[in-house]
């Protein structure tokens, strides 16, 4: 049987983002760990640094560009922007939603989901915590789940969670020991924001890295609460003075008054990396995110159906993150060839984005192929 990869037709030279990125020196697939800077978001940060050596820059505009950026997350992932809450990572958010479950409370997450959203509820060892493959989550939700924790998209293979099927079974349960009834639902959308924009309707918090598919520096994580979260249900406990409803006046002893919407949970920013977000984030709502997503899949489908042409058997999901099983071996000879990829619980990891194009698809296939 031939096992050589040809290509379906000439791979496209022009991917969808275009001169907004900068002509690239490899064959970048590494999305899902770090996403590239489109150079309306780099030219800004040098702007901002060179502003910064030289004392052109205020504290007042910092609190601009947050403005800005969280504004712009919350068109993105369709919330109201006072539901928005600004922070560094995704572990700081989760383990604020993790203290404030009250002890013996049962949280179930999906089997060997990403640790960030995991660990902080299971470094509280008074909580329950239990665990159900991702394909049975909903199944697995009973009358004693206070919690459900999931990634909207599997870091390691790209599976997608069926958010829907998640809150129609939390939503059929009875009282678990909260006035709301029924389990909280927390999303981590780090693998999906920016391609995939998960329902509001779906989840009550939401959680996102924005240096993947949102193409921001680290140190961009936004929080979204519930709508109908409750003044005792979560506790600013690492509020500072940005968190102050007027933050000028916040700065010595106790809050007189923390803010009135999310902003009340916010970490003291990273101001740089908020500022590029600013950028990163109109881009994305410039082009649409359905319309990334397509083109994301697209890429996708392309590799897979080449990966099987090879005798591959890549994981089955409707993602742009491709996982190969046992092929983790190769990423060192793809580097070597100038493709960029990543090995995750033993795959071999691609991940195609609005930067990549057929090309690339091809590229990493033909290596794969020792063509």
């Given at each position: 049987m031939d096992r050589g990869f040809r290509p379906q037709e000439a791979g496209a030279m022009t991917s969808l983002g275009g001169a907004e990125f900068a002509p690239l020196t490899k064959t970048y697939l590494n999305t899902a760990s770090t996403g590239l800077l489109p150079l309306r978001t780099a030219k800004a940060l040098k702007a901002a640094a060179d502003d910064g050596a030289y004392g052109r820059v205020g504290p007042d505009g910092n609190f601009a560009a947050l403005a800005a950026a969280r504004a712009g997350f919350a068109r993105l992932a369709g919330v109201p922007v006072d539901r928005v809450a600004a922070g560094n990572s995704v572990a700081t958010h989760a383990g604020l939603i993790a203290r404030a479950l009250p002890s013996g409370a049962e949280v179930l997450i999906a089997d060997d989901d990403f640790s960030s959203l995991v660990n902080p509820f299971a470094v509280r060892t008074d909580l329950k915590l239990r665990s159900a493959p991702l394909e049975k989550l909903a199944e697995a939700v009973g009358p004693q789940t206070a919690l459900v924790a999931v990634s909207a998209v599997q870091s390691a293979d790209g599976r997608v969670a069926d958010l829907a099927a998640l809150r129609a079974a939390a939503d059929a349960q009875p009282d678990a020991g909260r006035e709301r009834g029924g389990p909280r639902i927390v999303v981590?959308?780090?693998?999906?924001?920016?391609?995939?924009?998960?329902?509001?309707?779906?989840?009550?918090?939401?959680?996102?890295?924005?240096?993947?598919?949102?193409?921001?520096?680290?140190?961009?994580?936004?929080?979204?609460?519930?709508?109908?979260?409750?003044?005792?249900?979560?506790?600013?406990?690492?509020?500072?003075?940005?968190?102050?409803?007027?933050?000028?006046?916040?700065?010595?002893?106790?809050?007189?008054?923390?803010?009135?919407?999310?902003?009340?949970?916010?970490?003291?920013?990273?101001?740089?990396?908020?500022?590029?977000?600013?950028?990163?984030?109109?881009?994305?709502?410039?082009?649409?995110?359905?319309?990334?997503?397509?083109?994301?899949?697209?890429?996708?489908?392309?590799?897979?159906?080449?990966?099987?042409e090879l005798g591959l058997t890549p994981v089955e999901a409707r993602s742009p993150i491709v996982a190969l099983p046992g092929q983790g071996a190769a990423a060192e000879r793809l580097k070597a060839a100038g493709v960029e990829a990543s090995v995750r619980a033993g795959n071999l990891r691609a991940a195609f984005h609005l930067y990549n194009t057929e090309a690339d698809v091809d590229r990493l296939l033909a290596v794969l192929a020792g063509s």
């Amino acid at each position: 049987m031939d096992r050589g990869f040809r290509p379906q037709e000439a791979g496209a030279m022009t991917s969808l983002g275009g001169a907004e990125f900068a002509p690239l020196t490899k064959t970048y697939l590494n999305t899902a760990s770090t996403g590239l800077l489109p150079l309306r978001t780099a030219k800004a940060l040098k702007a901002a640094a060179d502003d910064g050596a030289y004392g052109r820059v205020g504290p007042d505009g910092n609190f601009a560009a947050l403005a800005a950026a969280r504004a712009g997350f919350a068109r993105l992932a369709g919330v109201p922007v006072d539901r928005v809450a600004a922070g560094n990572s995704v572990a700081t958010h989760a383990g604020l939603i993790a203290r404030a479950l009250p002890s013996g409370a049962e949280v179930l997450i999906a089997d060997d989901d990403f640790s960030s959203l995991v660990n902080p509820f299971a470094v509280r060892t008074d909580l329950k915590l239990r665990s159900a493959p991702l394909e049975k989550l909903a199944e697995a939700v009973g009358p004693q789940t206070a919690l459900v924790a999931v990634s909207a998209v599997q870091s390691a293979d790209g599976r997608v969670a069926d958010l829907a099927a998640l809150r129609a079974a939390a939503d059929a349960q009875p009282d678990a020991g909260r006035e709301r009834g029924g389990p909280r639902i927390v999303v981590d959308a780090t693998q999906a924001m920016g391609w995939l924009t998960p329902d509001p309707r779906h989840y009550d918090y939401l959680l996102c890295g924005s240096y993947k598919w949102l193409m921001c520096p680290h140190g961009v994580s936004l929080l979204v609460v519930p709508g109908d979260l409750g003044p005792d249900e979560l506790v600013a406990y690492h509020s500072g003075w940005v968190a102050g409803e007027e933050p000028w006046n916040s700065c010595y002893g106790p809050i007189a008054q923390l803010a009135h919407s999310a902003r009340r949970f916010d970490e003291r920013p990273a101001f740089l990396a908020y500022l590029a977000a600013e950028h990163s984030f109109a881009l994305v709502e410039e082009l649409g995110t359905e319309r990334i997503g397509a083109y994301d899949l697209a890429l996708a489908d392309r590799c897979r159906a080449g990966a099987r042409e090879l005798g591959l058997t890549p994981v089955e999901a409707r993602s742009p993150i491709v996982a190969l099983p046992g092929q983790g071996a190769a990423a060192e000879r793809l580097k070597a060839a100038g493709v960029e990829a990543s090995v995750r619980a033993g795959n071999l990891r691609a991940a195609f984005h609005l930067y990549n194009t057929e090309a690339d698809v091809d590229r990493l296939l033909a290596v794969l192929a020792g063509s």
